[in-house]
T-cell receptor
């Protein structure tokens, strides 16, 4: 499995932008980059995903390096509700006949605990 | 996003009993469902992957006879922890996905085995 590396923790002030980095130097060409976040005692919540191009949605932006060996999740204005553990995950493309036993699975690393200060 | 539910949200049982946890995709048909386990202050650990109508694929080190998974329909998967022991106490989380689409997670089930 391609692995991801994230800082254990980060702090941000409320209403300021937050840049959460993720390194995935062994990413393969068929790996999508997914971000989820998890609040205590809850299941992970989907945030955003991408393959090569930068992506934006209502929750965040995802900036993907040109060589795809790293990516950055950007929260444009952090709120107290954004405090969570953020996971960067690589998920291999799955399709019938593609002989990759890891395809389609999401393997979680340790994630980054984001603290937002008021 | 899509909605995935789990039931029960928490369960307490005696050692040696079996516990069944249900996972439902409420507004889409999930071709694949996943079961994870999470211990306190740790990340999620994938236990098994199940496709509708076929046997689940278990991750290395996960006992398939202890953690029975049934994915009988495109909207329901169940995880049964057989003969539960205190070391099985954990937070169990399911997720569901339709083909190549985004994977959505349930709210989790807290299991406490006394």
């Amino acid at each position: 499995d391609a692995k991801t590396t994230q800082p254990n923790s980060m702090e941000s002030n409320e209403e300021e932008p937050v840049h959460l980095p993720c390194n995935h130097s062994t990413i393969s060409g068929t790996d999508y980059i997914h971000w989820y976040r998890q609040l205590p005692s809850q299941g992970p919540e989907y945030v955003i995903h991408g393959l090569t191009s930068n992506v934006n949605n209502r929750m965040a932006s995802l900036a993907i390096a040109e060589d795809r060996k790293s990516s950055t999740l950007i929260l444009h204005r952090a709120t107290l509700r954004d405090a969570a553990v953020y996971y960067c995950i690589l998920r291999a493309l799955w399709s019938p006949g593609l002989h990759n036993t890891n395809a389609g699975k999401s393997t979680f690393g340790d994630g980054t605990t984001l603290t937002v200060k008021p | 996003g899509a909605v995935v539910s789990q039931h029960p949200s928490r369960v307490i049982c005696k050692s040696g009993t079996s516990v069944k946890i249900e996972c439902r995709s409420l507004d889409f048909q999930a071709t694949t469902m996943f079961w994870y386990r999470q211990f306190p202050k740790q990340s999620l650990m994938l236990m098994a992957t199940s496709n509708e109508g076929s046997k689940a694929t278990y991750e290395q080190g996960v006992e398939k006879d202890k953690f029975l998974i049934n994915h009988a329909s495109l909207t329901l998967s169940t995880l049964t922890v057989t003969s539960a022991h205190p070391e099985d106490s954990s937070f169990y989380i399911c997720s569901a996905r339709r083909q190549q689409e985004t994977q959505y997670f349930g709210p989790g089930t807290r299991l406490l085995v006394l």
